[in-house]
Every structure is written in structure tokens, then in C-alpha cells.
């Protein structure tokens, strides 16, 4: 395998926390209301455009971010079109940032796509940790080392991030015979996630009828190996997927958790995962905050207040982004202010009030908004606390430019295979290295 001199040495320039999750979050085909082509300066006399360019749903206009802007800034119109993943959206981006043209103002990086934006195309873009009203202390230590480069420069302004917990339904652990009040749910597993495998086997055995204890293997999977410093790369830049103790350990849980027939052998984000939520198929999923929004939808009503939730056995995180600025935009200078603005601790304790979207800047987590923030769907759980303890916690990973699709081989190619498949646990591992050979080949 050709790896070396392809993909690690340039590859770690970052010490950071992620995961590939959001990339797979469902989107409107345009966030903003309007569809405002890249680099138009203003549509009246004075009148300034700021096109911003997302994946998914960011939340800015349901939050009334962008109208709160526009109020603050007469003269400033933001137009918003978002590409519903981001698989899709960054390729596009990177044809982009090569031709300098088609770029909008403000362009969204998803975690799994930074530390290969930082490494090949810092050039391209505008070093915002200059920017006026910037304080860099406003972010967490790893999430603000994620955008920047090794010279210093920072590219991106963190938005959110995605500390883990577990989302669970108090019905079926009643019903289970386990305990069903989060604290106790949390001590099940406190500080290990054979735990939580282990409080999967004591729900089977008294399972209620036609329920598992967990949606997906690949969920055990990913909750894991996102709370472990080196992962698919060490410190140096090289590639260690094939023999990392963390990979190993999270596979092994995904094994377990097949083996025992815990899961409802279904692809995350898929219609089937959807519908299993709607008739009440399991029990537990791992859960960064983003995803109590995804619950209450696909659940819907007859499920309020069945579902609660508790701390994760270990801190780890799953998604987060970034605000970056091209140096090819066309309203520079109000692209950094409106970045600046919506990046803000203020602002993104507003995001969270709104969308569930977890603010990256501890500054935020002193704000009403955040520390006292309950969900009523999940019978009241005290968000604000419970992820903010989270995202406290979560340690200074080390993050590499191909980690997203070697994790979604892991997942989609090799859990799957085994869980839907009925492959051999050796037998879905190496089907993974071989994608991800594949992969690093191309």
C-alpha cells in the first residue's frame, strides 16, 4: 500500500476533534431563501450581497441569525445555498478554490474536510485570526488549532461541535427491567464503553418484543473511536488505521455488539433508520447534540417524553464546521465581519437555543441559553449541562486529511457487511483496508 509519500506526511498538521457524522445530515437544497450567485457585490445602488455557501441545514436562517444582521447592518443582504452533503459540496468547493471563480463569499468546511483544506489550499483563504473583533480565546483550544496552520494562520472560524452523549428510551429500559432515570442510565456505563456493550447484553435478555438495544453497530463504532487521541493517524502524519489500538478496540464493540444481536443492522441516515425511530426499534444511540432535532422529527409526537438523555461513557465528538473566507471572494471585507458576527459566543448560544447546535466557544456555555437550556421532547434532560460537561471533556485528537472516507469505509463497508451481510468480522475487516487501499491509491 502506497501511503507514505501519498497521504501522511502533510497529513496531521492539526491536533483536533472529529468525526464524519454531519456530512450525512439531510438538507434543504437552499438554506437561505434566495440563490445568490457567487461574487455578486450588490443587486441596488449600495446595497451589498454577502453570498454564503453551506452543506445541510446550518441553522442561521431558522435561528433568525442572517435577519438579526441585516437589521444590525442596513444596506447588507445574505443569500444562502446550501448542497445537501457535504461528499458533494466539497468536491465542488475544491474545483472552486482551483479555478477562483464560483466561489461564494463565506464557504462552509466540514471538520472531516478541514485538515485537508488547511494543509493544500491555506493559500486560498483569508487569515481570519487577524480579523477585527476576532478573539481567538473565544474558542476551545482543539477547535481553533483544527483552522489553523502551522505558520499560525487560522482559515476557519469554528461554529459547532458535537460532544457525545446517549439518547435512550426510558420505556423500554423500564420494560427491560434496567434503570430509566438519566443519572442511573449514565452510571451504567460511566467511563467505559464496554459498558454500555455489557448493559446491551442485560437488555436483551429481557428485551421487549421486537426491539434491539441500539440502531447500529457502526453508532457503537463511531461514538468510540471519536474519544481516542490517535485513530487512523499518529502524531508524525503517518497512517496507523490497520493497526491502531482505538480502531481495534471500537471494532471489537461493533463485533460484540453484532454478536449479540443487540443492534437493528441499519445504515444510519437511511429511510430504514428513519422508520425504526417511528416505530420505536431500539433503544439507544449514540447522540451529539445535533441529533435531538433528528430524533423529535423522525420519532414525532407519540414518542415525547419516552426518550431522555444521559452522559456518554467517555467524551467524544461527532461533526462540527467552520466559517472560512476565500481570498477570491468578492465582498471580502463583509464576508469577515459577517463570519465574525455569526461565529460570535453570543451568536452561537442563539444557534443552540434554536437548532441544538453546540456552541464551540466555552464563552457561550456561561450564557442562559446554554447552561440552563431543557428539551422538553426528552423529558426536560438538561442539555446545557450534560454536552457542555461533554465538550469539556473531550481530549486533543489527532486528526488527518483522509479521515472521514477511511471512517465511512470502516462503517458502510466493513461494519456493514458483517451486520447486514453475515461476513465474518475478518472478513468485513479486510474488505475495509481494501477500500480504503483503494482509496489512498486514487
Not at 420505556?171 to 454500555?196: I, N
Not at 444481536?261 to 441499519?266: A, F, I, N, S, V
Not at 460570535?344 to 443552540?352: G, I, N, S, V, Y
Amino acid at each position: 500500500m502506497r501511503r507514505s509519500t501519498r497521504t501522511s506526511r502533510r497529513a496531521v498538521a492539526l491536533v483536533a476533534a472529529a468525526t464524519l457524522g454531519s456530512s450525512l445530515l439531510a438538507g434543504c437544497a437552499d438554506d437561505g431563501g434566495g440563490g445568490g450567485s457567487a461574487g455578486s457585490e450588490g443587486d441596488a445602488a449600495g446595497e451589498k450581497v454577502v453570498t454564503v455557501g453551506v452543506f445541510g441545514v446550518f441553522g442561521y436562517k431558522q435561528a433568525g441569525l442572517y435577519d438579526a444582521y441585516e437589521k444590525l447592518n442596513p444596506g447588507v443582504t445574505i443569500k444562502e445555498t446550501s448542497i445537501e452533503r457535504t461528499d458533494q459540496y466539497y468536491p465542488q468547493l475544491l474545483t472552486h478554490l482551483g479555478t477562483g471563480s464560483g466561489l461564494q463569499d463565506i464557504q462552509a468546511v466540514e471538520v472531516g474536510n478541514i485538515a485537508e483544506t488547511v494543509n493544500r489550499h491555506a493559500d486560498k483563504f483569508v487569515d481570519l485570526g487577524k480579523a477585527e473583533g476576532v478573539d481567538k480565546n473565544n474558542w476551545l483550544d482543539w477547535k481553533l488549532a483544527q483552522a489553523t496552520t502551522e505558520d499560525g494562520r487560522t482559515i476557519g472560524l469554528g461554529t459547532d461541535i458535537g460532544p457525545m452523549a446517549i439518547c435512550y428510551r426510558k420505556d423500554l429500559f423500564e420494560k427491560a427491567g434496567l434503570p430509566s432515570e438519566r443519572e442511573e442510565v449514565g452510571e451504567l456505563w460511566a467511563g467505559d464503553w464496554q459498558k454500555y456493550i455489557d448493559t446491551g447484553e442485560k437488555y436483551m435478555d429481557k428485551a421487549p418484543k421486537d426491539t434491539v438495544y441500539m440502531d447500529a453497530a457502526s453508532g457503537v463504532y463511531n461514538a468510540a473511536v471519536s474519544g481516542s487521541v490517535e485513530r487512523y493517524y499518529d502524531k508524525s502524519g503517518e497512517l496507523i488505521h490497520q493497526d491502531s489500538p482505538a480502531v481495534k478496540d471500537a471494532w471489537g464493540l461493533a463485533m460484540d455488539a453484532i454478536d449479540g444481536k443487540m443492534t437493528g443492522k441499519l445504515k444510519q441516515f437511511d429511510k430504514t433508520w428513519d422508520q425504526a425511530y417511528a416505530n420505536g426499534r431500539f433503544a439507544t444511540v449514540a447522540c451529539p447534540p445535533w441529533m435531538l432535532g433528528y430524533i423529535k422529527e423522525k420519532a414525532g409526537e407519540k414518542a415525547a417524553d419516552q426518550w431522555d438523555v444521559a452522559a456518554a461513557p467517555k467524551p467524544a465528538n461527532w461533526g462540527g464546521s467552520f466559517l472560512a473566507v476565500p481570498e477570491a471572494a468578492k465582498n471580502k471585507e463583509e464576508a469577515v465581519k459577517l463570519a465574525t458576527w455569526l461565529t460570535a459566543p453570543e451568536q452561537q448560544a442563539t444557534l443552540f437555543e434554536k437548532q441544538a447546535s453546540f456552541p464551540s466557544s466555552p464563552a457561550a456555555y456561561e450564557l442562559p441559553a446554554v447552561a440552563d437550556a431543557k428539551h422538553e421532547y426528552f423529558d426536560n434532560a438538561p442539555i446545557g449541562r450534560i454536552f457542555g460537561e461533554a465538550a469539556q471533556g473531550i481530549p486533543t485528537l489527532v486528526l488527518g486529511e483522509k479521515d472521514q472516507p477511511i471512517q465511512t469505509a470502516m462503517t458502510d463497508v466493513g461494519i456493514l457487511q458483517v451486520e447486514q451481510q453475515g461476513k465474518s468480522p475478518a472478513e468485513g475487516w479486510a474488505a475495509a483496508m481494501k477500500n480504503i487501499d483503494n482509496l489512498l491509491d486514487q
